[in-house]
Structures are given as structure tokens and as C-alpha cells.
């Protein structure tokens, strides 16, 4: 484009169907269109996203010289690029291509008011054509990427994009703030609707993610801090003090002796004895201990919280292993990557916040994961399904379903389906039956979605095998304090009548929310939330794997209610989105980045602490101070620009007078036409 040419701009609408054609006028405010100010030429077309529709904003650009193009249509999120690429094919930078978003912010919430829809677009279309007569070319800039990625979590989703990224050839760094790798798969029975055993899937996944070259397993670990962007983030990793050395970290440490082999002669002398977490606190652990014997890696940790320093470990552990170290202290790691995968899992909400249920109050309520190691045939009752209250096997069992999930009552506010608390509680229900003869199960349930592959022939299977179905949400568990049984009580909302089932065991299928250091990592990463509090993806359809945040993907239940098989799906398509740009070994970076006009910088630094992604600093140029711009950090938001007193700071592509022009138009042109 000429310098001080005079704008030209081409104007195009969608009817996207009938999305946007069914709720307001696309004719009328193609009209208006084309009577605004520099705009020589306005179409509309039934799916501008489609090809013949691309191809009338290539062609119009070639036809009538245009500087600029305006699309009248659905959400940038989903659309822009495409409109952009069609611009930039038509000759002119694609940053030349501004949008309107007549769909979701018009013709979908005013869909019963036919004009109104239809003036407030003729409104977002002049605002679009203001701001397109002021656009400027740009150039997005490339960044270099580390050949090297993370996942954050390593349960099942996690070492499955850490497996993947390592089998493309990528180093990976698998953290885990536990001691061990495996997460809340390691905790389950069996898995359905195969009713396989859980470890025997996950032990060989647990042994390949330790074992894989490309895999530098970091467990015991936190993320401390993040600083950097896609391509380069610098990551300090908080080693927690384990107490013990393996043998690798004894040659680092130059120490002599083997290391921790895991033979658990310490644990055999520990005198500290403390409920297990890994077994819901139902089997006792000691002060040093590893989870379970199939843990990754095979070594000893001490937690210096319940430890007395009393040596014993120390002395039977001897000098050739010289294993234990009972004054070790955390370090900090730092490493660098090119994207980084969160995989952090979930919790259980406090179901004793639901005191009607009587979690922790009645011996014999206890939740879906308890009910796991008690039926397990590692847990700790060797698979013997018992009642905690006397140690009897429970002959009536009572699963109450959606206990917490879909529920906005009693102060837990979880809306959402928990999505696989219906088809565990089935294979709850197949285990007594299977393990106990003559054992009943009482499913208390509002729906059963058993959505998945053959989930719905295993619903079948359990109802074929004996298992009572009582639909309707409980209202309350009451305990008689002699026999310790429970009384569930609930309406049967298909016979439209009251029950009252006597159960020897009620297990609550618990609702799910992320966990309590979720937030925590969010902020760091700088990755959105839902309002349930799950990781936000970029978007739910075309973009699931990714975030708002370049180089941060999602893999796992962090993201929201997923089982296994979803899960390791969507840790795939995770795996294969971070390795593009590694693989790429650089990527582009939209320009919206801000600029410092250095004549007008005081140097004052005002700027520098209000910006949320560190992306402004102050340097010595020409004897005086000015402030630079970190383009790769910033995200463009504006509070800089917003904030400095000289205004000194511009933004590309939300310029003041782009943004001033958007305004006026609005507030000074309401019935259009005229400048």
C-alpha cells in the first residue's frame, strides 16, 4: 500500500448458515455496508469460511485495490486464521484483516429480535471499518525453540506424553512432586469394562517411562518457578530432600557406596509409624518408606515431618550402601524447554462436607478409591472386601452415585458430571459380586452414562448378574449405633416412592475437583481456568490439547472428568502438538507485542513492575534510560500502555487511534453513513 493512499475496504458477511441469516438481516446490513466511508465493495456469502467464499475476498482484494478487508462473521477464535491466510493470498498482509463477530456476540444472544440484531451489526460492522482504514502491515518474528520439553504430573496421561515426546526423539522432563511415578491409576483394582488389572497395564508404562533414554525422570520434585515463553522457558525445579541417594546420585555427589537398592532394611528398623496416603490412610507406613513394591523408582524416601533422627536406618543401611542422608536438604534445578505439557490429575472433593452422607462420621461410608484398596489384592486386607467398623464382610452394599457430581446444593458446587464414577461403581458392584457369593449391590443412581466403547454392554452385564438399581438422588445415610449398619434413604423416582434400604457398607462415588496445587501451577504457567477451576483449554473442539498460553498444552483430568481411555487420547494429541514446534525448531509470534516510542520514554519505570508477564525492562541507551520490550514475553494486553504517564508505549495493532476510531465511530456515527 502507498504511503498516504487513501483506504480501500472491502466489507463481506456471512450468513453462517442460518446462525447468523435466521436471527437478523445479512442484506440490510450488507447495504449499510457499503455506504460507510471507504468501503468500495460489500458482499455476502451463505459460508464466507468456505472456498468460493475465501475466494470473493481474494478476488475483491484484486478487483477493487483493496487496503483493507473486513469479515462480518463468528468468533476470530475460531475463524481468523483463516480469513487471515485468504488476505494475506489475495496480496495484502494478513494483518490487514480485521473481524466482526456478528455471531456469538450478536445474532446468539439476540436471536428473538430480529432488528434489534440487525442494527447492533450494521454497529460492530462500521466499528470493524474504522479500525480497518488505520491498519498497518506487520510482521510476526520467530523465536528459537529448545530441542527439550517437560510434563508436569506422572500419572497415567503424563507418562504417556512423556513416552511419546521421548519416542519422537525429544528430551523429556517427567516431574512429580510424589516419590514415585504412577498417580491414581496405581491405586485402582481393575480398570472396566475389561476388568483388567490396573497394575499390570500401568506397571510396564511406569518401567518404560524409567528406563527411556530420552526420559529424565524428576521425582520428588515441584515446579518452583517459570520465567520465558514458547520456545524458551527457563524452569527451577524444587528437588525435595528424599534422605536417600540412588546410585547415580551418589557418583554425582561424589560420595562412596551403592546407593538406595530399595531392599527396605531401613523401614524394617523405623520406629515411626504413620497411616499410608497411598492406601487412604488404611495401612500403615513408616517414616521411610516407598508406596507399594512396584514403585518408580525403587527407592526410599523419609519424611522428615514423622522422622526422629534416631539413626537406626542409617546404621543397618551400612557403608557400602551408604544410602541415607538424614540432614539432606531441597535443591533447586533449573532447566530449559521449548513447550511444557501439565498433566497435574485430580482429588476428590471433602465428601465429609456433605454431612447428610455421613463420610467419616459412620464407620462404614467410606468413598470409590478406599473401596479400591480394600477390594485390591495388594491393599491392605489382601482383597478381603470387610467393613471397617468390625472387620465383617458386608453382604448389602449401597453405591451411591453422583455423591457430590451434578450438584449445586450442601455447599460443594460441583455442577459437572464427574463422568466415570457411574461405570467404577458398575465395576464395584461386578467385584462383591464376583468375590462374595449371595453379596447384593444397590446402585443408587440419577442417570447411569455409560458413554464409552462396550461401557453400555458392561451397564447390561451388571444388571444381568443381580446388581438393584434404585433411581433416584439419596437424601440421607443414617446409622444404626448398634450393627453399625446404614440406613440409605431416597425417593425411588420410578415406582414415585420413598425407600429405606438397610446396607452393611455404603461406598460414595465422590465428585472430583483439581487439586489443591492446581492454581498454584496455573499461575505459573499462566494458564486460563474454567469456573470449575479445571485448566482452560484453547478451545474445546478445534484446539483441546492446547492453551491460550503458546507452548503450554493440557493431557489428563487437569483439563476436566476424563477416563483412562480419554485421558491417554488426549495425552497423545498433546505429546504431538508440543513436538511441532520443537521439531520446527522455531515459531512465529503473533506481532501484537507492545513497542516503546524511546523519544517519548522517560525512563521513569513505572511500566516495568505492572507488567504480568516480565516482559518490560529498563536499559541505558544514548547516556539515558529507556524502557525495552521483551517481544517474545508479551501477550499484548495492554496494561503497559494503559499505564504510562508519557505515552510512550504503543501498541501494534490496538494502536490509540485504531481504538479511538472504533469509539468515535460508535458513539459518534450511531446511524452511519456519514464520517
Known sequence: MAENQEPRIGVFICHCGTNIAGSLDVNAVMEYARSLPNVVVADEYQYMCSTPGQNKIIDAEKDY?????????????????????????????????????????????????????????????????AKARLLEDLQPKSVPVEHAAMVVGAGVGG?????????????????????????????????????????????????????HPNIILETYTEVENVEGYIGNFDITLRKKARGTRDGAEMVAAGLEGSGCNGCGDCASVCPVIKPNPFEMGMAPRKAIYIYHPQVMPLQYTIDFDACVKCGLCKDICGTEKNAIDLEMTDSLEKVKVGCVILATGYDLIPIEDKTEWGYRRYENVITGLEFERLICASGPTGGHL???????????????????????????????????????????????????????????????RSFGKMYEEFYYRIQNEGAKFIRGRVAAIEEDPITKNLYVQTEDTLLGRPVNVECNLVVLAAAIQPKPDAERIRQMFGVSKSQDGWYLEAHPKLNPCGTTTAGIFLAGVCQGPKDIPDTVAQAEGAASAASIPIHQGEVQLEPYFAQCVEDLCAGCG????????????????????????????????????????????????????QICAQIDSFLLNPLGGEE
Request: charged share 20%; hydrophobic share 35%.
Open 386 to 448: 470387610i467393613r471397617p467398623s468390625d472387620g465383617e464382610t458386608p453382604m448389602k452394599v449401597g453405591f451411591v452415585l453422583c455423591a457430590g457430581s451434578r450438584d449445586n446444593t450442601g455447599g460443594v458446587g460441583k455442577p459437572y458430571c464427574s463422568r466415570f464414577c457411574c461405570m467404577y461403581s458398575l465395576k464395584h458392584a461386578h467385584q462383591i459380586m464376583e468375590k462374595i457369593p449371595g453379596a447384593v449391590p444397590y446402585l443408587f443412581y440419577m442417570d447411569i
Open 159 to 211: 507418562m504417556q506424553a512423556a513416552l511419546d515426546l521421548a519416542n519422537a526423539g525429544i528430551k523429556t522432563y517427567l516431574v512429580e512432586k510424589d516419590p514415585t511415578i504412577g498417580g491414581r491409576m496405581s491405586q485402582l483394582d481393575k480398570t472396566f469394562p475389561t476388568l483388567d488389572c490396573s497394575q499390570c497395564i500401568l506397571t510396564p508404562k511406569m518401567v518404560d517411562a524409567g528406563r
Open 65 to 129: 485495490d483493496l487496503t483493507g478487508v473486513v469479515v462480518a462473521a463468528c468468533s476470530p477464535r475460531l475463524h481468523e486464521p483463516t480469513f487471515r491466510t485468504a488476505t494475506a493470498e489475495g496480496g495484502l498482509n494478513k494483518f490487514r484483516f480485521e473481524m466482526a463477530n456478528i455471531r456469538d456476540q450478536n445474532s446468539w444472544v439476540h436471536m428473538h429480535d430480529w432488528e434489534g440484531a440487525t442494527e447492533k451489526a450494521k454497529d460492530q460492522v462500521r466499528i470493524a471499518v
Open 606 to 657: 513505572m511500566c516495568v513492575p505492572q507488567c504480568p508477564y516480565g516482559a518490560l525492562s529498563l536499559i541505558q541507551k544514548d547516556d539515558r534510560q529507556v524502557m525495552t520490550v521483551t517481544e517474545a514475553k508479551c501477550k499484548g494486553c495492554g496494561t503497559c500502555g494503559g499505564f504510562c504517564p508519557g505515552g510512550a508505549i504503543r501498541m501494534q495493532h490496538f494502536t490509540s487511534p
